[in-house]
Nanobody, 124 residues
Framework: VQLQASGGGLVQAGGSLRLSCAGSGRTFSSYTVGWFRQAPGKERDFVAVITWSGDSSYYADSVKGRFTLSRDNAKNTVYLRMNTLKPEDTAVYYC??????????????????WGQGTQVTVSS
């Protein structure tokens, strides 16, 4: 599967963005999708994950209550809605996928496919 992340941009603190991860192929609905982010000079950190069925999701503590995942398998797309953005959310955001992956897949090493990343910049 090929992934295309989009929707990043520049936003003021307190604002919102919606990121999209579009997947190719008819089997996208069988892939668990995770989001990760990487700030300059830092490691790639887990943000959120949604199972292939869409019935379960899990969030990093730093974004819980502010970010929401959803997916539309008919459109082969996963969405990450980000509200109440903070300057510390500034990073390149990546989506990743693994076939029938677990909700417990929180490490980048557990994913097989990656999108190219989209920049999110939150100004104070």
């Amino acid at each position: 599967v090929q992934l295309q992340a989009s929707g990043g941009g520049l936003v003021q603190a307190g604002g919102s963005l919606r990121l999209s991860c579009a997947g190719s192929g008819r089997t996208f609905s069988s892939y668990t999708v995770g989001w990760f982010r990487q700030a300059p000079g830092k490691e790639r950190d887990f943000v959120a994950v949604i199972t292939w069925s869409g019935d379960s999701s899990y969030y990093a503590d730093s974004v819980k209550g502010r970010f929401t995942l959803s997916r539309d398998n008919a459109k082969n797309t996963v969405y990450l809605r980000m509200n109440t953005l903070k300057p510390e959310d500034t990073a390149v955001y990546y989506c990743a996928a693994r076939s029938y992956g677990s909700i417990r897949y929180l490490s980048p090493d557990q994913y097989d496919y990656w999108g190219q990343g989209t920049q999110v910049t939150v100004s104070s």
